[in-house]
């Protein structure tokens, strides 16, 4: 497990999924944990002193602001606060997208621009972690809204941390695959799709939260001191490869 220990971080979708394990682990870890959710994260957390658990909806400016010009310090940042939302181009809702857009696009620009301003201030060498999506890396059909917001966090991780390098601050970014979590309920029973989804991936299961959240707790870690503006995949595999057999012979 990669040590955190005495590092103050902020983690955004704190009280479900893969934030709520990103949470577990930086605790195990030995950091101190300030966990944050549009809905009550102490509810899930179970977190008390010296961490803490904050009300926060990412993609309302003013809150963020308020919450992060709060705080005396910060080490590590996670966002890891979003929302789903189906739909085709013709089916696309326009306020559903500007929803999709405003969590977790713009909700992730302003937890990070924030955050930068405090660690800038106390000259903090700090990490970022966003989370992208292996359907951010790709194309795909039927979920544009998502798909776009999360193929945006590739180049604001990548644009901000060319605008904070200089500074020692270092932004990566995660494309997660498909990950067993409340997010992805509604896969849980459709049958042959869902069969046919999990065989994209190259190692032929989904993921799960924790495996996920090792892979942020690296990059928030001193062990990835070299690594900046990178959206790594933890996805079984499946931007690698998603073509089916082909047998010419
Ligand atoms: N589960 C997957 O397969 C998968 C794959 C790729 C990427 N991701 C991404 O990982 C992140 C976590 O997903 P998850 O699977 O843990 O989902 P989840 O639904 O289990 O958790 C998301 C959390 O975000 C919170 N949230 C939603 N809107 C918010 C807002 N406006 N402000 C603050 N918090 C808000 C929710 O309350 C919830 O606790 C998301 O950004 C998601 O897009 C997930």
């Given at each position: ?39 009550d ?40 606060a ?15 997208w500007q ?8 909700g ?28 951010g890396l ?21 644009c901000?941390a060319?605008d ?57 870690s ?13 996805d079984g595999?499946?931007?690698?490869a998603?073509?089916p ?5």
């Amino acid at each position: 497990m990669n040590d955190l220990t005495d590092k103050t971080i902020l983690v955004t979708g704190a009280a479900s999924g893969i934030g709520a394990a990103v949470v577990r682990q930086c605790v195990q870890s030995g950091a101190i944990v300030i966990a944050a959710d549009k809905d009550d994260p102490a509810e899930h957390t179970g977190l008390g002193m010296p961490h803490q658990n904050l009300i926060l909806d990412v993609s309302d400016s003013g809150a963020v602001r308020r919450v992060i010009s709060g705080l005396k310090h910060l080490d590590g940042v996670v966002n890891a606060a979003g929302i789903v939302g189906q739909g085709s181009l013709q089916q696309l809702d326009e306020d559903k997208w500007q929803q999709v857009m405003d969590v977790n696009l713009t909700g992730t620009m302003l937890v990070c621009k924030y955050a930068a301003q405090l660690m800038l201030e106390n000259h903090t060498k700090g990490a970022m972690v966003n989370l992208s999506s292996a359907y951010g890396l790709t194309g795909g059909p039927g979920n544009i809204a998502y798909n776009v917001s999360k193929s945006a966090i590739w180049q604001l991780t990548q644009c901000a941390a060319a605008d904070l390098g200089a500074a020692g601050i270092r932004v990566n970014a995660v494309g997660p695959g498909y990950i067993e979590t409340p997010m992805t309920d509604m896969l849980k029973n459709a049958g042959p799709f869902r069969d046919q989804f999990v065989a994209m991936h190259l190692l032929k299961r989904s993921g799960e939260a924790e495996e996920v959240a090792a892979a942020i707790c690296f990059l928030l870690s001193d062990d990835a001191s070299y690594i900046t503006g990178a959206t790594l995949p933890v996805d079984g595999g499946f931007t690698a490869a998603h073509v089916p057999m082909v047998n010419l012979g």
